[in-house]
């Protein structure tokens, strides 16, 4: 069946570096793929999404690229403040009308001043 | 912009004890979710909901019950309380009408917290 896999957290950076979360993922078809971010106390929010291969999703300075050849959906941002402490759960859906999502396990993320 | 609200926010039952999660959403969303969240796994889908008169098991539906009261609402019901059932209930909704742009995001409630002791 699908699968995500996520880079093990938690994960602590201080202001102004440079983040990576990697994500790799298991699917039968071509699926898409999703970041979602959950805040201390809240719900999940969806972060970004592509839909097909080379697809780049962004959105508030995070980035991910659906790279098909190594099943890949790597998270990245360029200088990572204190408001960006969260988890991060990257996701999958198969194909267009599924109401399936599968989720990785989540990575958290501290960013210290 | 209430979105998908979900009742209560805290809940302690103990071991036995019959219980139902509300929400509702009010995006006109057709189809509708309950995952539960664990430490270490992620969230993992119970029951969902298409569209209103439908429902089909998740991933892990032992022990719980769903009723798609409208389009609205969608409810999850423990019958007899297990502490394994201790965790936080999400409910999701998204806009299936929409698939032939891809698969649509679903917004989430802010969880109930569940502690069966």
């Known amino acids: 069946g699908d699968s995500v896999t996520q880079m093990e957290g938690p994960v602590t950076l201080s202001e102004e570096a440079f983040l990576t979360i990697n994500c790799t993922y298991t699917?039968?078809?071509?699926?898409?793929l999703f970041w979602y971010v959950q805040y201390p106390g809240e719900g999940l929010q969806l972060l970004l999404k592509?839909?097909?291969?080379?697809d780049k999703g962004s959105n508030k300075g995070f980035e991910a690229t659906y790279r098909k050849e190594t099943t890949s959906f790597h998270l990245e941002k360029g200088s990572v403040q204190v408001s960006d402490s969260a988890v991060y759960f990257c996701?999958?859906?198969?194909?267009?009308?599924?109401?399936?999502?599968?989720f990785g396990k989540g990575t958290k993320l501290s960013v210290i001043p | 912009n209430a979105g998908v609200t979900q009742t209560p926010k805290f809940q302690v039952l103990k071991t036995g004890q019959s219980m139902t999660l509300q929400c509702a959403q009010d995006?006109?969303?057709?189809?509708m979710y309950w995952y539960r969240q664990d430490p270490g796994m992620g969230l993992r889908l119970i029951y969902y909901s298409a569209s209103e008169g439908t429902t089909d098991k998740g991933e892990v539906p032992n022990g719980y019950n769903v009723s798609r009261l409208n389009k609205r609402e969608f409810s999850l019901r423990l019958e007899s309380a297990a502490p394994s059932q201790t965790s936080v209930y999400f409910c999701?909704?998204?806009?299936?009408?929409?698939?032939?742009?891809?698969?649509?995001?679903?917004?989430f409630g802010d969880g109930t917290r569940l502690s069966i002791l």
């Open positions: 999701a909704s998204s806009d299936m009408d929409r698939g032939l742009l891809g698969n649509q995001p679903q917004h």
């Open positions: 995006m006109n969303h057709n189809s």
């Open positions: 592509a839909t097909k291969a080379d």
């Open positions: 996701a999958l859906s198969e194909g267009a009308g599924s109401y399936q999502l599968t």
């Open positions: 699917a039968t078809g071509y699926p898409s």
